[in-house]
C-alpha cells in the first residue's frame, strides 16, 4: 500500500514554471513506477510523463517534451514533475500515481494501482 499526495500546483501565467511533489508513504516507494498524469474539464485523463523506480528511465508525451521533466528522490519518497514554459492548455488538475510491475514504466491509467487526489494547474494567457 501507498499513499500519495500532490503538492505545488497554481495559477501561473504563461510562460511560467511549476514544480510539482508527489510525496509517497511507504517504505517500499523505490519498487513503484511512477507518473504524472492531468485531466481537463471535459476530457480523459492522459499521461503526462512516467519514470521507473530507479529514475534513469522516463518518458514524455509529445505535448510537454522539452518543456516538463519528471525525476524523483526515492530517498525523501519524492517524485517531482517540473513545469517550464507553461502555456494555456496546460490548464488541468495533475495526478501521480504508482504501480510495482515488471515494465519499466506505465503509460496507461488504467495501469497504475495507486491515486493521488490531483493539484490544479491553471496557466493564464
Known amino acids: 500500500q501507498v499513499q500519495l499526495v500532490e503538492s505545488g500546483g497554481g495559477l501561473v501565467q504563461a510562460g511560467g514554471s511549476l514544480r510539482l511533489s508527489c510525496a509517497a508513504s511507504g517504505r517500499t516507494f523505490g519498487n513503484y513506477a511512477m507518473g504524472w498524469f492531468r485531466q481537463a474539464p471535459g476530457k480523459v485523463r492522459e499521461v503526462v510523463g512516467a519514470?521507473?523506480?530507479?529514475?534513469?528511465?522516463?518518458y514524455y508525451a509529445d505535448s510537454v517534451k522539452g518543456r516538463f521533466t519528471i525525476s524523483r528522490a526515492n530517498s525523501q519518497n519524492t517524485v517531482y514533475l517540473q513545469m517550464n514554459s507553461l502555456k494555456p492548455e496546460d490548464t488541468a488538475v495533475y495526478y501521480c500515481?504508482?504501480?510495482?510491475?515488471?515494465?519499466?514504466?506505465?503509460?496507461?491509467?488504467?495501469?497504475?494501482?495507486?491515486w493521488g487526489q490531483g493539484t490544479q494547474v491553471t496557466v493564464s494567457s
Open positions: 519514470i521507473n523506480w530507479s529514475g534513469d528511465s522516463t
Open positions: 500515481a504508482a504501480k510495482v510491475g515488471p515494465l519499466r514504466y506505465y503509460l496507461g491509467p488504467d495501469d497504475y494501482d495507486y
